[in-house]
Nanobody, 112 residues
């Protein structure tokens, strides 16, 4: 099982980014995947999750701003982030909910 994130970068407050997580070693349509983030000096926290049947959940801090989705044909899970704030600055990781595997992370920095 392997997960590889991409799409991070530097963005101004109010801007948008889309993160991608390409998975391998399991059939994406049959399992759940989640996005987590870890800011400097803070614990890693759950941001959003998408289950086997497409049910999504979000942390209160990102509801209405972030959207998790997946493309089973491309074995990819996305995290669309809009109205970004400096507090969203963190390393973002994707995780296989069922196998417990993590990606290497991608840095998102929100700053003017």
């Amino acid at each position: 099982v392997q997960l590889v994130e991409s799409g991070g970068g530097l963005v101004q407050p109010g801007g948008s980014l889309r993160l991608s997580c390409v998975v391998s070693g399991f059939t994406l349509s049959r399992y759940g995947v989640s996005w987590h983030r870890q800011a400097p000096g803070k614990e890693r926290e759950l941001v959003a999750s998408i289950g086997r049947y497409g049910i999504t959940t979000y942390a209160d801090s990102v509801k209405g701003r972030f959207t998790i989705s997946r493309d089973n044909a491309k074995n990819t899970v996305y995290l669309k982030m809009t109205s970004l704030k400096p507090d969203d600055t963190a390393v973002y990781y994707c995780k296989s909910n069922d196998f417990g595997a993590w990606g290497q992370g991608t840095q998102v920095t929100v700053s003017s």
